[in-house]
C-alpha cells in the first residue's frame, strides 16, 4: 500500500545541510498497522511528511496506493491538482489535534470536503457519519475548546477519514494524552483499521503503542531503518534492538563465570517445560533474574532472562538445547555487568 524506494531528504539552511532521510526503503502492506519508531532526531516526521509529499523528497519514490505520489509532485500544469487528489485519499492525523477553534467540531470534519467541493448537504451527512463512528455524535456543535484532549483527537481522526482515505498517517497522535486516553485512541485506530480495512502508518516514540496496536515495525535511527518486519519477526531476530525495547527484561549476573541468556518464548515452545528439561538433562541449577508476560500484537509472548553456571564457553551445548526446542536463544553481554561486579566484590573484600 505504501512503498518508499531510496527516500532520502536534505534539508539546506544557512549553508548547513542535514540529511534528515538516508535512503529509506519502506513497505507497508495493505491493511496493516506499521508503527515507526527512533529517537528524537531520528526522521520519522520528515518520513511521514515525505509519504504524503507535504515535504518534497531530494530523491527516491514514494509510492501510495500503486500511485508514484513523486511523478505527480513533478513540474506540469496538472501536477499540483493530481496530487491534491491524491492527497485527500491519505488522511493524516496529528500531535496536537491541528483543529480550527473558531469552527465547530462538525464544520472542522467538513473543511476537507469543502476543499474536495462537495455540496453542503454532502458535507453535513458526511461529517455526523464520521463523528459517530467516531463516538461523538452529540458534539457536533461544540468548539475545540469544549473538548477533552481525546474527544479533540476523535475529531482529528473523523477529519482525517473525510476523504475516504485507504491509508491513515499518524504523527504520534496520541504523544499529547494520558495513558487511559492512548489507550482509547489506539482503539478506535485498531477499530477502524479492522472496519474499514484501513491502512495505518504511525510514527511514535512509545513502544507501548507498537506492542497494543502494530503489525509490523521499523526503527530508524539517522534518517536510516536499521530494523524492520512483522512484531513477530522481529521477536524472533537474535539480538534485535528492537525486540529489546519492545520487550525488556531486567536482571544482572550474580556472579563471574555466569552465563545469562535472554528466552523468548511465543506459539508452540510456550506451552514446553523446557526450563526444568534443561535443568534434568545437564544437571545445571538454573537460576531466573527476570521474566515477563505481555501481549504483543495479539499474540501472548513470554521472556525470561536466566542464569547458567559457567562461562559462555561451558554452556554452549545447553544453550544449543534450548535453540533446539523453537526457543529464541539471546546470550547477554556479560562482559560488563559480570566482572564489573567482580571487581566491586574483590574491592569490597
Ligand atoms: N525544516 C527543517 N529544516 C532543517 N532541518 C530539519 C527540518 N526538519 C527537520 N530537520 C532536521 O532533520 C532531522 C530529522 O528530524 P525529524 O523531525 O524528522 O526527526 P524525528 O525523528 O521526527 O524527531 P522528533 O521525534 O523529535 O520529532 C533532525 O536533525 C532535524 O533537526
Known amino acids: 500500500m505504501i512503498t518508499t524506494t531510496g527516500l532520502t531528504k536534505v534539508y539546506r539552511s544557512r ?3 542535514v540529511t534528515a532521510l538516508d535512503g529509506v526503503d519502506l513497505h507497508v502492506r495493505e491493511g496493516e498497522v506499521y508503527g515507526v519508531v527512533g529517537q528524537s532526531g531520528a526522521g520519522k516526521s520528515t518520513l511521514i511528511r515525505c509519504v504524503n509529499l507535504l515535504e518534497r523528497p531530494s530523491s527516491g519514490t514514494v509510492t501510495v496506493a500503486g500511485q508514484d505520489l513523486t511523478a505527480l509532485a513533478g513540474r506540469g500544469s496538472r501536477a499540483g491538482a493530481d496530487l491534491r487528489k491524491a492527497r485527500s485519499r491519505i488522511g493524516m492525523v496529528f500531535q496536537h489535534f491541528n483543529l480550527l477553534s473558531s469552527r465547530t467540531v462538525q464544520s472542522n470534519i467538513e473543511l476537507p470536503l469543502e476543499i474536495l467541493g462537495v455540496s453542503g448537504k454532502e ?3 458526511k461529517a455526523l457519519e464520521l463523528l459517530d463512528l467516531v463516538g461523538l455524535a452529540d458534539k457536533a456543535k461544540a ?6 484532549g481525546g474527544q479533540k483527537q476523535r ?3 473523523a477529519r482525517a477519514l473525510a476523504g475516504d482515505p485507504k491509508v491513515l498517517l499518524s504523527d504520534e497522535s496520541t504523544s499529547a494524552l494520558d495513558p487511559e486516553t492512548t489507550r482509547s485512541i489506539l482503539q478506535l485506530l485498531r477499530d477502524l483499521n479492522q472496519q474499514l480495512g484501513l491502512t495505518v502508518l504511525l510514527i511514535t516514540h512509545e513502544m507501548e503503542v507498537v506492542k497494543t496496536i502494530c503489525d509490523s515495525a521499523a526503527l530508524m535511527k539517522g534518517g536510516r531503518v536499521v530494523e524492520s518486519g512483522t512484531v513477530s ?3 524472533a531476530t537474535p539480538g534485535s534492538e528492537l525486540a529489546a525495547e519492545l520487550f525488556p527484561v531486567g536482571g544482572e549476573a550474580s556472579g563471574p563465570d555466569r552465563t545469562v541468556v535472554d528466552v523468548t518464548f511465543h506459539g508452540e515452545a510456550a506451552t514446553q517445560p523446557v526450563i526444568s528439561q534443561l535443568s534434568r538433562t545437564y544437571n545445571i541449577d538454573i537460576s531466573i533474574l527476570g521474566a515477563a508476560m ?3 500484537a495479539g499474540k501472548q509472548v513470554g521472556r525470561m ?3 547458567l553456571p559457567g562461562r559462555f564457553e561451558e554452556n554452549v551445548v545447553p544453550i544449543g538445547f534450548l535453540r533446539e526446542q523453537g526457543l529464541q536463544v539471546d546470550v547477554a553481554d556479560t562482559k560488563t555487568a559480570a566482572p564489573a561486579d567482580a571487581l566491586l566484590k574483590e574491592g569490597a573484600k
Open 15 to 17: 549553508g548547513r545541510e
Open 123 to 125: 458535507r453535513e451527512r
Open 143 to 148: 468548539y475545540p475548546a469544549q473538548l477533552s
Open 155 to 157: 475529531v482529528g481522526i
Open 233 to 235: 519477526e522481529i521477536l
Open 294 to 296: 505481555d501481549t504483543v
Open 305 to 307: 532472562r536466566i542464569e
